[in-house]
């Protein structure tokens, strides 16, 4: 690509859809396999998605005049989105790995993308919260709010805490995340009602429609992860978020 001037990409981007390829150094083909034999980064995760994955690409469609079933929301944010997180989270979990996993519920009236239906938390809507590049009022665009503002704030501390102490910096922050477990009160729930703040629920309450998750027991029956508050010993830990790309999960290794 860097060989390439900006008008072939562009046209190259609008010659159709983009997604990986399977070529056994960067995408994998037998990836459960890999998970039960641990044939991944052994470091920790932070990893989740957004409440309302699809009506992005719903909106998109519209836009575009095309249909797009209203039952596709729903399966889209289940099994593209819901389920890898679950099933990554899980086998995280099952090599003894410190996990945490957060589901993002906020919706602020300056990043909404329709109010009929609601677009709710949908695909990329946490990045301007997140990053604190809200779209400035005016022309429409109503002013950020002091909830919307406290939630970005609390989720960049939770990110940072992550990323300064993996194995349990999450555990001290603002009284602390429980580090993850599929049976228990373990998913965090962030921007829950716009308000600032943990709140957990048992993953089960959003991953009963998943057809496929990692079984948590198949690699490591007897053990489960003992995060701690002493940084973590190696030269690297992990950090993955659904920031970018459809049903894709971005994994940031910070040296």
């Known amino acids: 690509m860097q060989t390439k001037d900006a008008t072939t990409l562009i046209a190259a981007a609008q010659a159709g859809n983009w997604a990986p390829i399977v070529d056994n150094i960067t995408i994998f083909s037998d990836y459960p396999a890999r998970t039960l034999a641990r044939n991944f980064s052994q470091i920790p995760i932070l990893i989740g998605n957004n409440d309302d994955e699809s009506t992005l690409f719903l909106v998109q469609q519209e836009l ?20 890898p997180a ?47 590049t809200l779209p400035q009022p005016g022309n429409g665009i109503p002013a950020s709010t002091a909830e919307e503002v406290a939630i970005g704030k609390y989720i960049r501390g939770a990110w940072a805490a992550f990323a300064k102490n993996s194995t ?25 009602n716009n308000l600032t703040g943990t709140n957990t629920v048992l993953p089960a309450a959003y991953d009963v429609g998943c057809t496929v998750t990692f079984p948590i027991n198949a690699a490591n029956p007897t053990t489960s992860p003992s995060p701690t508050s002493t940084p973590h010993s190696s030269a690297a830990c992990g950090l993955v978020m659904n920031l970018w790309g459809l049903g894709t999960l971005l994994m940031l290794t910070l040296l």
């Open 64 to 83: 575009q005049n095309q249909s797009f079933p209203a039952s596709d929301i729903s399966t889209g944010n289940v099994q593209k989105f819901t389920c």
């Open 86 to 132: 679950g099933a990554r989270a899980n086998a995280s979990v099952a090599a003894n790995l410190a996990t945490w996993r957060y589901r993002y519920f906020g919706e602020f009236p300056n990043t909404m993308l329709t109010s009929s239906p609601d677009s709710g938390a949908y695909h990329g809507s946490e990045v301007p919260v997140i990053f604190d």
């Open 168 to 192: 349990g910096g999450l555990l001290a922050y603002e009284g602390g995340w429980p580090a993850y477990q599929p049976g228990s009160e373990t998913l965090i729930r962030l921007g829950y």
